[in-house]
């Protein structure tokens, strides 16, 4: 029987057996896609949706996928990210990013 994300997750959650191992894309920078490969498959797919980055830091290289690329990659959650103050999200959006080569 197929599960939902929901049952599936739950299942795991409770330790049981889902149909199958639940997957997490995009929650965090450990379980993120990194900026290039997920451009590259926005324009394979033909995807022409704003890039974003997780945490306002481009120089982590991480995305904030968006539903589609959520959708086709099949992952199971989705996100909540925790917000800092204000004043950090400010200085954040603001500051000159850092290059990592």
Do not use: C, F
């Amino acid at each position: 029987m197929t599960m939902t994300s929901r049952e599936r997750v739950l299942t795991t959650i409770n330790h049981g057996v889902p149909d199958r191992v639940p997957i997490i894309i995009g929650t965090s920078n450990a379980t993120g896609l990194k900026i290039k490969p997920y451009l590259e498959l926005k324009e394979m797919e033909g995807i022409n949706t704003p890039d974003k980055y997780l945490y306002d830091w481009p120089e982590l290289g991480t995305a904030d996928p968006d539903e589609q690329i959520m959708r086709l990659l099949k992952s199971d959650v989705r996100g909540v990210l925790d917000q800092e103050p204000a004043h950090i999200l400010e200085k954040n959006k603001n500051r000159p990013p850092i290059l990592i080569i």
